[in-house]
């Protein structure tokens, strides 16, 4: 007993871990979610497919074998016991219950054995006699089906386990051992994939998943095992006419469901259903089951804009999600991997005291790789339109190396028209080289006309400062210059050094910036504007964060078509009828063990000398406190319908 509840404790844990941890996932999800060690210790546990581990299906074997020997032993038993009475029991066994009442009475026995029945009969027992000769006993019994709810209950589990083992995969795991099936690990499509990873279509038991677009059909699913897969073909295919989703204010999905039609060989019409989260079309044995969504190759227009040259000629891509491009850059050829579209971006923003809203949608965004030649990449997040962030308009761009990590936001400041054109021109002015010189030189002019110096060279030496000064700027940002001052400078004039360059800095962008509004016609003669201003100060800032952004090109979506894709799971699972049947089984088991009683009486009779002695004792099975009570009531009522009420029990 000990050891099979300690069994049934570690298969109700694994069950209660395989609910909570989502199971068949990538590995790399695994490691991103919980680290290296961790992932090794749970992996080496098998609790990323845990239903099918090994160790779980021995249990479920052991507790088969185990539980129906028990069943073979013991139900023979339990089955007599239902119409057993127990009729030859002896006096001293009787004297022995706690439960007794003796007394004498002054008539014969024919008038008090009718005068049992009855009162035994109105309580919905029933009754059995037996002559011995000189006494009988009458043996009265109810809730002897008591006894099945043991049967039930351990028949119960016996027909659990086998709907798990069922479901388990046991043939697969078979196979994968003796080498007929091999799992696959590249990220090929279906077509390239050997026929050894390939499953057969009259497979009994499996639970994969396939992603459809709208529009698009298929006819196989992948069943995600460990570090791969397997590809599950199915005997009819599945298209995908229409893919709907509703969201809550918060952005989160509300709703989605697939228009889907069946199209088998069999079938004289196609079949249309409707699925939705939790209610699956089932169609010849196999649960089609709503399970996520997903980008269907959404068509992208995308304006690659240089960040890091003079040039202002962007370069315009067409192409789709899942799909790659090719881009020259000043840093090579690198590999555009398109990976996902979003059309809504709703995310919490403070509290805003006109509308009361705490969310609010960003608009649509595309998510990118950019990998270099050495395979190195980034990943991105690009947003199609401005954003406001404290009354001002931003573009803004995530840039990740890692997945486990979060996105760190490039914002570039968008102009009145709400375009990147200004921003853009700002950054390839700077870095023009002969339009900076020829401001530094103006900007020494002046003040080196005015003074005679012994070192003519050296107003070429501070113009070729200030040019390499600006450079720094473009190409690290301020913390270059910090890094360029910590190198060159004494410790203790470091903050002065510091503060001059930032000077001479900021003097020759504002110069370059007030050349820039000039040519847009914008009238500064007063001063510049605060927007103006702002601008100014947010294309900085920008700017600085360029050499830590990691692309050469800022790409900016344009247009889009729309497609989604609905993210299916398919099940053949046969053995979960077997569980429901189990489980079924188990509830009636327990039901019947704790809600029916089960109770015994006995009445011996002895008749002598026109008197009869009347020993009346009864037991309950369990529940013991609630059937002394119920004796106490029956022998009152007894004493009522003897008329023995006010006469002294007989002594033994």
Same mark, same amino acid.
């Given at each position: 007993?000990?050891?099979?509840?300690?069994?049934?404790?570690?298969?109700?844990?694994?069950?209660?871990?395989?609910?909570?941890?989502?199971?068949?996932?990538?590995?790399?999800?695994?490691?991103?979610?919980?680290?290296?060690?961790?992932?090794?210790?749970?992996?080496?546990?098998?609790?990323?497919?845990?239903?099918?581990?090994?160790?779980?299906?021995?249990?479920? *074997?052991?507790?088969?074998?185990?539980?129906?020997? %028990?069943?073979?032993?013991?139900?023979?038993?339990?089955?007599?016991?239902?119409?057993?009475?127990?009729?030859?029991?002896?006096?001293?066994?009787?004297?022995?219950?706690?439960?007794?009442?003796?007394?004498?009475?002054?008539?014969?026995?024919?008038?008090?054995?009718?005068?049992?029945?009855?009162?035994?009969?109105?309580?919905?027992?029933? =009754?059995?006699?037996?002559?011995?000769?000189?006494?009988?006993?009458?043996?009265?019994?109810?809730?002897?089906?008591?006894?099945?709810?043991?049967?039930?209950?351990?028949?119960?589990?016996?027909?659990? %386990?086998?709907?798990?083992?069922?479901?388990?995969?046991?043939?697969?795991?078979?196979?994968?051992?003796?080498?007929?099936?091999?799992?696959?690990?590249?990220?090929?499509?279906?077509?390239?994939?050997?026929?050894?990873?390939?499953?057969?279509?009259?497979?009994?038991?499996?639970?994969?998943?396939?992603?459809?677009?709208?529009?698009?059909?298929?006819?196989?699913?992948?069943?995600?095992?460990?570090?791969?897969?397997?590809?599950?073909?199915?005997?009819?295919?599945?298209?995908?006419?229409?893919?709907?989703?509703?969201?809550?204010?918060? *952005?989160?999905?509300?709703?989605?469901?697939?228009? =889907?039609?069946?199209?088998?060989?069999?079938?004289?019409?196609?079949?249309?259903?409707?699925?939705?989260?939790?209610?699956?079309?089932?169609?010849?044995?196999?649960?089609?089951?709503?399970?996520?969504?997903?980008?269907?190759?959404?068509?992208?227009?995308?304006?690659?804009?240089?960040?890091?040259?003079?040039?202002?000629?962007?370069?315009?891509?067409?192409?789709?999600?899942?799909?790659?491009?090719?881009?020259?850059?000043?840093?090579?050829?690198?590999?555009?991997?398109?990976?996902?579209?979003?059309?809504?971006?709703?995310?919490?923003?403070?509290?805003?005291?006109?509308?009361?809203?705490?969310?609010?949608?960003?608009?649509?965004?595309?998510?990118?790789?950019?990998?270099?030649?050495?395979?190195?990449?980034?990943?991105?997040?690009?947003?199609?339109?401005?954003?406001?962030?404290?009354?001002?308009?931003?573009?803004?761009?995530?840039?990740?190396?890692?997945?486990?990590?979060?996105?760190?936001?490039?914002?570039?400041?968008?102009?009145?028209?709400?375009?990147?054109?200004?921003?853009?021109?700002?950054?390839?002015?700077?870095?023009?080289?002969?339009?900076?010189?020829? =401001?530094?030189?103006?900007?020494?002019?002046?003040?080196?006309?005015?003074?005679?110096?012994? $070192?003519?060279?050296? $107003?070429?030496?501070?113009?070729?400062?200030?040019?390499?000064?600006?450079?720094?700027?473009?190409?690290?940002?301020?913390?270059?210059?910090?890094?360029?001052?910590?190198?060159?400078?004494?410790?203790?004039?470091?903050?002065?050094?510091?503060?001059?360059?930032?000077?001479?800095?900021?003097?020759?962008?504002?110069?370059?910036?007030?050349?820039?509004?000039?040519?847009?016609?914008?009238?500064?003669?007063?001063?510049?504007?605060?927007?103006?201003?702002?601008?100014?100060?947010?294309?900085?800032?920008?700017?600085?964060?360029?050499?830590?952004?990691?692309?050469?090109?800022?790409?900016?979506?344009?247009?889009?078509?729309?497609?989604?894709?609905?993210? =299916?799971?398919?099940?053949?699972?046969?053995?979960?009828?077997?569980?429901?049947?189990? %489980?079924?089984?188990?509830?009636?088991?327990?039901?019947?063990?704790?809600?029916?009683?089960?109770?015994?009486?006995?009445?011996?009779?002895?008749?002598?000398?026109?008197?009869?002695?009347?020993?009346?004792?009864?037991?309950?099975?369990?529940?013991?406190?609630?059937?002394?009570?119920?004796?106490?009531?029956?022998?009152?009522?007894?004493?009522?319908?003897?008329?023995?009420?006010?006469?002294?029990?007989?002594?033994?």
């Amino acid at each position: 007993m000990n050891l099979a509840i300690t069994l049934l404790m570690a298969v109700a844990v694994a069950s209660v871990i395989g609910t909570v941890l989502k199971q068949n996932e990538p590995y790399q999800n695994y490691i991103i979610k919980f680290g290296p060690f961790w992932f090794e210790v749970f992996e080496k546990l098998a609790l990323y497919d845990v239903y099918s581990a090994s160790w779980f299906l021995f249990i479920l *074997g052991f507790l088969v074998v185990s539980t129906s020997v %028990c069943i073979y032993r013991n139900a023979p038993t339990m089955l007599k016991s239902i119409s057993h009475f127990r009729t030859h029991v002896g006096l001293n066994s009787l004297r022995a219950f706690h439960n007794r009442q003796e007394w004498v009475i002054p008539r014969p026995e024919a008038e008090v054995a009718p005068q049992l029945a009855a009162m035994a009969r109105t309580h919905g027992y029933r =009754l059995r006699s037996q002559d011995h000769g000189d006494h009988r006993v009458h043996a009265a019994m109810k809730g002897s089906w008591n006894r099945l709810g043991y049967v039930f209950t351990h028949a119960a589990i016996v027909i659990i %386990c086998i709907g798990g083992l069922v479901d388990g995969n046991v043939p697969l795991k078979l196979k994968e051992s003796s080498g007929q099936i091999q799992i696959e690990t590249r990220d090929i499509p279906a077509s390239q994939v050997p026929a050894k990873s390939w499953l057969s279509v009259k497979n009994p038991s499996f639970r994969g998943s396939v992603t459809i677009a709208e529009g698009t059909s298929a006819n196989l699913a992948f069943l995600q095992l460990r570090d791969g897969y397997l590809v599950q073909p199915l005997p009819f295919r599945i298209e995908l006419k229409d893919f709907r989703i509703e969201h809550y204010f918060t *952005g989160q999905p509300k709703s989605f469901e697939s228009d =889907l039609v069946i199209h088998d060989p069999e079938l004289e019409q196609p079949l249309e259903s409707t699925i939705a989260v939790n209610h699956p079309l089932v169609y010849k044995g196999y649960a089609i089951y709503q399970s996520s969504f997903n980008d269907g190759g959404s068509k992208l227009n995308i304006r690659a804009w240089p960040l890091l040259a003079r040039d202002l000629q962007p370069h315009d891509i067409e192409s789709a999600v899942f799909q790659d491009v090719k881009v020259t850059s000043p840093r090579g050829t690198l590999t555009m991997e398109l990976t996902d579209f979003k059309l809504y971006n709703v995310n919490p923003v403070e509290e805003d005291d006109e509308s009361g809203k705490q969310f609010r949608n960003y608009g649509p965004s595309f998510t990118f790789k950019l990998r270099d030649e050495t395979g190195a990449a980034r990943e991105y997040e690009n947003y199609m339109s401005p954003v406001e962030f404290e009354g001002r308009s931003m573009y803004i761009s995530g840039v990740r190396t890692t997945p486990a990590e979060p996105f760190r936001y490039l914002h570039i400041p968008a102009d009145s028209k709400y375009s990147l054109e200004r921003f853009l021109k700002f950054n390839a002015l700077l870095r023009d080289q002969e339009r900076v010189r020829e =401001l530094a030189e103006e900007t020494t002019r002046g003040s080196f006309d005015q003074l005679t110096l012994e $070192r003519p060279e050296l $107003r070429q030496e501070v113009i070729e400062n200030m040019v390499h000064l600006v450079g720094l700027f473009t190409q690290g940002g301020v913390d270059a210059i910090l890094e360029q001052v910590n190198r060159s400078a004494p410790e203790e004039r470091r903050t002065q050094v510091m503060d001059a360059y930032l000077k001479v800095l900021q003097t020759i962008l504002g110069e370059l910036y007030l050349e820039l509004l000039a040519g847009e016609g914008v009238d500064f003669s007063q001063g510049m504007s605060e927007s103006d201003a702002r601008f100014f100060d947010d294309s900085l800032n920008a700017i600085s964060s360029l050499g830590h952004y990691g692309a050469p090109f800022f790409a900016q979506l344009t247009g889009f078509e729309h497609l989604q894709a609905s993210g =299916l799971q398919i099940a053949r699972a046969p053995g979960k009828n077997v569980v429901y049947l189990g %489980c079924a089984l188990l509830t009636l088991g327990v039901f019947l063990m704790f809600y029916v009683r089960h109770s015994r009486l006995w009445f011996r009779v002895e008749e002598k000398d026109g008197h009869t002695r009347l020993l009346f004792a009864g037991t309950g099975h369990r529940h013991e406190r609630d059937f002394a009570e119920e004796f106490t009531r029956l022998r009152a009522e007894l004493e009522q319908r003897l008329g023995v009420a006010d006469r002294p029990p007989a002594q033994p």
